[in-house]
């Protein structure tokens, strides 16, 4: 079934954002001001996120190392949701594609249409 429901929340670091990283990511420290801790804000993803497959790219990588130091951070359980991770199945797939597997990339290698997409 697909849900129209979605979880977004900005997540306050534990320390300020590098000027390089704010230009980088489009993510700057002004917005995250006001936004709730990590412990305040996981919780309320785990509930969302229960039960789901969750498709990341390069989760491998970044995301689900950086959650596992949160959680061990704060003492919190790491989600043990599946995950699939685009760029390791495409690199799976096409080991041949010498690219650095981005998003963009995949978009242009299957030439999906992004115009109504939002990405961020």
Do not use: W
């Amino acid at each position: 079934m697909i849900s129209k429901n979605t979880f977004n929340t900005f997540v306050k670091p534990p320390k300020l954002i590098l000027e390089p990283v704010e230009q980088f990511t489009g993510i700057f420290n002004a917005q995250l001001k006001h936004a709730p801790s990590f412990k305040d804000a996981y919780p309320d993803f785990r509930v969302f996120a229960q039960d789901c497959i969750l498709v990341t790219h390069a989760g491998y990588e970044y995301d689900l190392p950086l959650l596992r130091h949160e959680c061990a951070r704060t003492g919190a359980d790491m989600i043990t949701n599946l995950c699939l991770d685009t760029k390791a199945l495409f690199t799976y797939f096409y080991p041949d594609v010498r690219d650095i597997i981005s998003t963009d990339v995949l978009i242009r290698y299957y030439s999906i249409d992004d115009q109504d997409l939002r990405r961020a």
